[in-house]
């Protein structure tokens, strides 16, 4: 494993731009967003936690992990959260933020996911794979920023990407599934643990490998995943993407025997 290669906040040159499209994959921005801001994130995701009338396996909304010390399935994630979380939907829009994607990409960033996944003590992390998804008009432009609400360290579960596998595309048959990759698929040498403090975001590619580990200490690991889009490569898609999102997970539910499904 290595450091996360850093950068300020300040514009980018071409050759920085170039050395995230084609070499890394993956950028760590120290301090950029107002820990004020977080605080307030934080606070409405506590607020948010209480939602009992949101969570649910059955709400499309909600996402659920196994404890891995208890066996017990937790609730871990809205999907999406900007429509509930107006501090969260202020993140996802912050000036600072969207300056350095439009210099990452040289074009308007457009939101196209979001998400707030909780990670609480005990609870699972996410297997190696990418994010990009072989559905008719993904945008191959797809990245994601993460936005810590809590330090984010190997004890609690940080994601650890690894750098320059990107560049190959898509690793897994493109069916429009969700696929893991085997392991032995990167170099765990080139892994790099995303190590964050609040106020920090990193940014990697949908076509960046990466995963994390269960979540071992005491402490919380939530984390603002934002996911955006260049507008020439499809313009604004939040609302189609959300529309085809649901109506591939009725069908994966449905293959279970899980039919009384609802969007709240």
């Known amino acids: 494993m290595t450091s996360a290669m850093l950068l300020d906040a300040s514009p980018w040159s071409p ?44 709400n499309l909304r909600c996402r659920f992990q196994t404890n891995v010390l208890t066996g017990e399935c937790q609730f871990e994630t809205f999907d999406p959260i900007v429509d509930i979380g107006p501090v969260c939907r202020r993140l996802a829009f912050d000036a600072r933020l969207l300056s350095v994607l439009a210099e990452l990409y040289d074009d308007v960033p457009c939101l196209f996911k979001d998400k707030l996944i909780y990670k609480p003590p005990g609870v699972k992390g996410y297997g190696l794979h990418q994010d990009w998804i072989a559905w008719p008009g993904f945008p191959r432009s797809f990245l994601t920023v993460l936005a810590p609400l809590d330090d984010a360290d190997v004890d609690n579960g940080c994601t650890e990407v690894f750098s320059g596998y990107h560049r190959n595309g898509s690793l897994t048959q493109e069916d429009g599934q969700y696929h893991e990759l085997p392991l032995e698929t990167v170099d765990p040498l080139r892994g790099v643990l995303l190590e964050l403090r609040r106020g920090d975001v990193a940014i990697f590619g949908g076509f960046t490998p990466h995963r994390s580990a269960p979540n071992r200490s005491a402490r919380w690991r939530r984390q603002l995943y934002l996911s955006y889009n260049a507008r020439g490569d499809g313009g604004e898609q939040r609302a189609k993407h959300y529309d085809e999102f649901h109506h591939w997970l009725r069908v994966k539910y449905a293959e279970y025997g899980k039919a009384d499904v609802y969007f709240e």
């Open 15 to 58: 050759a920085q731009r170039r050395a995230y499209w084609e070499d890394q994959g993956f950028i760590v921005l120290r301090g950029l967003l107002r820990l004020a801001d977080i605080d307030q994130a934080s606070d409405e995701a506590d607020l948010l936690r209480g939602r009992n009338d949101l969570i649910s396996t059955r």
